[in-house]
């Protein structure tokens, strides 16, 4: 079954950090660029970064210089660490396999 699962997402105060993963089972994810969506309530679905083969990276302007992307092939997993977070990063983030194959999203809420 092929399957994209997203985790690590949870309240965290201004300017902490969260590093969310995604992990696929029933396909090979190191096969595709990843890409890291997010969508706050209210308002259209926005790209957030691209992590291509073998690592190659771009981030939207409201990220660059805080999210990195990362990824293990071995785990069949990509990452997204989240730095200096801000109240406006409050999203649901998804990431998709060069959007073909999606996640069902994890729930960043950054409070304080």
């Known amino acids: 079954q092929v399957q994209l699962v997203e985790s690590g997402g949870g309240l965290v105060q201004p300017g902490g950090s969260l590093r969310l993963s995604c992990q696929a089972s029933g396909f090979l994810l190191g096969s595709f660029a990843v890409r890291w969506y997010r969508q706050a309530p209210g308002k259209e679905r926005e790209w957030v970064a691209n992590i291509g083969n073998p690592g190659t990276t771009s981030y939207s302007a409201s990220v660059q210089g805080r999210f990195t992307g990362s990824r293990d092939n071995a785990k069949n997993t990509v990452y997204l660490q989240m730095n200096s977070l801000k109240p406006e990063d409050t999203a649901v983030y998804f990431c998709?396999?060069?959007?073909?194959?999606w996640g069902q999203g994890t729930q960043v809420t950054v409070s304080s």
């Open positions: 998709s396999a060069a959007d073909r194959f």
